[in-house]
């Protein structure tokens, strides 16, 4: 195994622990409101939704980015 290797597992095992402290310490039900829905969720839920959300958008921002940035050092 390789140093890549840990890190990696390292980093699952650290964001799965952080993942379930989240979801047991907030368990308080907040009400959220869609245009004709009303949603009751937990707390920790939303808040690994939104953290989920934003890990998808900036990753996909940064793989745009780096294959415009590859397609412009080539001309």
């Not at 707390?43 to 890990?55: A, E, K, Q």
């Amino acid at each position: 195994m390789g140093w890549s290797s840990i890190f990696l597992l390292l980093l699952i095992a650290i964001t799965s622990l952080f993942s379930y402290l989240i979801l047991n310490l907030n368990t308080s039900v907040v009400l959220v409101d869609l245009l004709f829905y009303d949603l009751e969720i937990s707390l920790g839920m939303i808040l690994l939704i939104f953290f989920l959300v934003g890990f998808i958008v900036t990753i996909s921002l940064e793989i745009i980015y780096s294959l415009r940035n590859k397609g412009d050092k080539g001309e």
